[in-house]
């Protein structure tokens, strides 16, 4: 199938972009910037040859074929690319482009995984009550020590032993700590503003944060609300759409958007707070993602304008400093979407600085890719190993006891490569270190 016969979403981006894309020098400043072009040596898993791929298929030289779709799927969609392009070639949204060329080709050919990746994607994380009990399982499992039994006594191997991993890098002990000392109390504290005027905020819960994560929900919330923000509940929230959209299902991306956009604007909050960087970078490119609906492109561009990350917020308006000292040693790891998406370097180090105690430690390669990127560790468990490795080593290199790092799927990644290893190092969200530093003192 080439653009020729039959028009394509890719085809009308790269379109769209062109003036962009004929900008672009092939000055190779993104290959040692792509964690895959570092790992492989290959010119076409590079983002300069994938965009040369993509035109391929736009110009009718090549079709979606094994070699286009290899090289599509392997990519991380990082997008540590744009941060090195000096021509702001829009990568990321190149690349679900070019997804749902894959994903539709995929269907047609009759691909048992891609069967299987939407009906999980399309009948889990679009139905909250199935998306519940699914995740009520994993924390059963997990909290049970079903899960740390079958990892310490090596029941299962490969792709299995690597899934008990990253549930069990969803358990923090900062966290859960934290979370005991708050449930000794009378609740987690008030809902409402300490000040007045102050801003009403709307907070994402997500599917995978508040299924694997409410602790660093609640931390999150508890954190707003000390600081003098009121919150607003969005009941009728749902998924924000990223996996879909990095998977190339971007039309069910377009649907969980216009609900996400009807929630939070009928909530009346003046911002939406998201804690997970991917979750937030698709959140901010609803407007992209919308624009060429009429009834809601208006509406997704004032919402996308409404939408801070957690600590992009706290520095814009201002934190109270923690007074609980926390003794540790900390690496902050920048997850991809954060720091190449939202353009968000320096907020979270900077606000950790303000936890006495605290002794921020320099992680090598912190802006550099995990391997993590959503499902990819479960589809390329070889090549996001490899990818991986890297990064365990910096954090051993640093000596630290803790990771920070502000992305549940970094958290999961980094965690079991930790675990699996044999290392002790808690990797936490950065919102928990701020909140445990509003707790009792740690003993």
């Known amino acids: 199938m080439s653009i020729e016969q039959q028009p394509s979403v890719l085809a009308s981006l790269l379109n769209a972009n062109t003036e962009k894309l004929l900008t672009c020098v092939h000055c190779g400043l993104c290959l040692p910037s792509c964690p895959t072009y570092r790992v492989l040596g290959n010119e ?14 736009v110009e009718g030289r090549l079709n979606i074929g094994a070699t286009f779709t290899s090289h599509i799927d392997a990519c991380l969609g990082c997008r540590a690319c744009e941060s090195a392009c000096p021509s702001s070639v829009p990568y990321g949204h190149l690349l679900e482009a070019a997804r749902a060329e894959v994903s539709q080709t995929k269907l047609a050919q009759g691909v048992v995984s891609e069967r299987v990746v939407r009906f999980v994607l399309n009948q889990t994380f679009t139905r ?24 310490e006594t090596k029941l299962v191997s490969g792709r299995f032993r690597l899934a008990l991993a990253l549930l069990l890098a969803t358990r923090s002990r900062l966290a859960a700590r934290a979370s005991q000392r708050y449930a000794s109390k009378a609740g987690d504290g008030p809902r409402t503003a300490m000040r007045r005027g102050a801003l009403r905020v709307g907070v994402l819960r997500g599917c995978v944060m ?26 009728k929230q ?60 208006k509406r997704a561009l004032e919402f996308s304008a ?19 000292p926390l003794m540790r040693r900390v690496a902050y790891d920048a997850p991809c979407h954060l720091i190449h998406a939202q353009r968000i370097a320096q907020a979270p180090m900077e606000l950790m600085k303000q936890i006495p105690g605290i002794m921020l ?25 490899d990818i991986l490795r890297d990064k365990l080593e910096a954090v051993t290199e640093s000596g630290v006891d803790t990771l920070a790092t502000g992305n549940p799927g970094c958290i999961m990644q980094i965690g079991a490569g930790l675990l699996l290893t044999g290392s002790t190092v808690d990797v936490v969200h950065p ?8 707790a009792e003192p740690e003993r």
């Open 306 to 324: 409404k939408v801070r990350d957690v600590f992009e917020f706290l520095a814009e308006e201002g934190l109270e400093p923690p007074k609980t």
């Open 238 to 297: 749902m998924c924000c759409g990223a996996l879909h959209a990095h998977a190339g299902q971007l039309e069910r991306a377009r649907q969980l958007a216009r609900r996400n956009i009807e929630a939070f604007l009928e909530s009346g909050c003046d911002r939406v707070i998201v804690n997970a960087a991917g979750c937030g970078s698709a959140m901010k490119e609803y407007g992209q993602l919308l624009g060429e609906d009429p009834e809601f492109e």
């Open 128 to 151: 909250p009550r199935v998306l519940r009990i699914g995740m009520a399982l994993a924390r059963l499992l997990r909290d049970s020590g079903l899960a740390q039994l079958a990892f």
């Open 210 to 235: 508040e299924g694997l994560f409410e602790e660093t929900n609640r931390a999150t919330e508890r954190v707003l609300v000390r600081n003098g923000f009121e919150l607003v509940n969005a009941d």
């Open 361 to 385: 430690i320099p992680l090598r390669g912190f802006e550099s890719c995990c391997g993590g990127a959503g499902i990819y560790n479960l589809q390329h468990p070889a090549l996001s190993g």
């Open 431 to 438: 919102i928990d270190l701020l909140d445990a530093a509003c």
């Open 44 to 57: 076409n898993d590079s983002p300069r040859g994938r965009i040369y791929l993509m035109r391929g298929v």
